[in-house]
T-cell receptor
């Protein structure tokens, strides 16, 4: 079956610490993958998307980076977190008939 | 940038009533999609309507699209308490990357 996994579910990190969020997809090959961030009570902001291994498109210049080391793996990283990086991060797998989202990671930077 | 803008931002109704949410967008689209998000969870795809379609149904959901007005509406009939969630419209402007731009959402509360 086709599924998407995202972890961890929650994360509390101090300012200046590194970040690594992972997303993996099962049951498909060469998926289009996306990282979105959702601020409290707000819509989704597209951060990065990838249409293949090593291919990353950045939508918003910021303190984050993304990588796609394997076909079904998409990683969101930061070398030094800022308070403004707090939010709900969602990974998604895109197809012509719509997206399948992961369960999200609630990141709180303290 | 936000392409879709939902209206209203929040809607509170009684169980059994119909709920209507609207979405406006700015540029031409290939399709428009509606998603649902329960509090603290990921989004779930509800329905997709293509730019050459005017209306689509799925169960208790009815979606309309007016490309001349760049607007869409989502109607949930006979609402239930379990329909309480945030609803987002998202636009796909075309291209092989299937990139979606989401609105800010409508928070629907259905009171039992």
């Amino acid at each position: 079956s086709q599924t998407i996994h995202q972890w961890p579910a929650t994360l509390v990190q101090p300012v200046g610490s590194p970040l690594s969020l992972e997303c993996t997809v099962e049951g498909t090959s060469n998926p289009n993958l996306y990282w979105y961030r959702q601020a409290a009570g707000r819509g989704l902001q597209l951060l990065f998307y990838s249409v293949g291994i090593g291919q990353i498109s950045s939508e918003v210049p910021q303190n984050l980076s993304a990588s796609r080391p394997q076909d079904r793996q998409f990683i969101l990283s930061s070398k030094k977190l800022l308070l403004s990086d707090s939010g709900f991060y969602l990974c998604a797998w895109g197809r012509p008939n719509g997206y399948t989202f992961g369960s999200g990671t609630r990141l709180t930077v303290v | 940038s936000q392409q879709g803008e939902e209206d209203p931002q929040a809607l509170s109704i009684q169980e059994g009533e119909n709920a209507t949410m609207n979405c406006s967008y700015k540029t031409s689209i290939n399709n428009l999609q509606w998603y649902r998000q329960n509090s603290g969870r990921g989004l779930v795809h509800l329905i997709l309507i293509r730019s050459n379609e005017r209306e689509k149904h799925s169960g208790r959901l009815r979606v309309t699209l007016d490309t001349s007005k760049k607007s869409s509406s989502l109607l949930i009939t006979a609402s239930r308490a379990a329909d309480t969630a945030s609803y987002f419209c998202a636009t796909d402007s075309g291209g092989s990357n299937y990139k979606l731009t989401f609105g800010k959402g409508t928070l629907l509360t259905v009171n039992p």
